[in-house]
């Protein structure tokens, strides 16, 4: 089993800036896939941004040159950087984890999510 513990959420103005931390505990084994989600009340959960062990990175639309993602493999520890929110970016945040062990086997793990609230 693999814990994932979020960190970083909160209200802010809109123009401003957050930082969401994910870190991940338990029987990890490997991780090659962290990725943040999001879901806002009415809405289907949605991902906003995935980052490899090797650090390859992938970003929806709607957040591509203000949300950053990066990772510290050593720490087993997903960021995502946000910058320029909008009301629109109003919404739980998820932390994912896929995982890898054994022979060819993987599962996946949610974080408890974290909330932002960005205001007009």
């Known amino acids: 089993q693999v814990q994932l513990v979020e960190s970083g959420g909160g209200l802010v103005q809109g123009g401003g800036s957050l930082r969401l931390s994910c870190a991940a505990s338990g029987s990890i084994f490997t991780i090659p896939v962290m990725a943040w989600y999001r879901q806002a009340p009415g809405k289907q959960r949605e991902l906003v941004a995935a980052i490899t062990s090797g650090g390859s990175t992938n970003y929806a639309n709607s957040v591509k040159g203000r949300f950053t993602i990066s990772r510290d493999n050593a720490k087993n520890t997903v960021y995502l950087q946000m910058n320029s929110l909008k009301p629109e970016d109003t919404a739980v945040y998820y932390c994912?984890?896929?995982?890898?062990?054994?022979?060819?086997?993987?599962?996946?793990?949610w974080g408890q999510g974290t909330q932002v609230t960005v205001s007009s």
């Open positions: 994912y984890a896929q995982r890898q062990y054994g022979l060819g086997r993987q599962d996946g793990y």
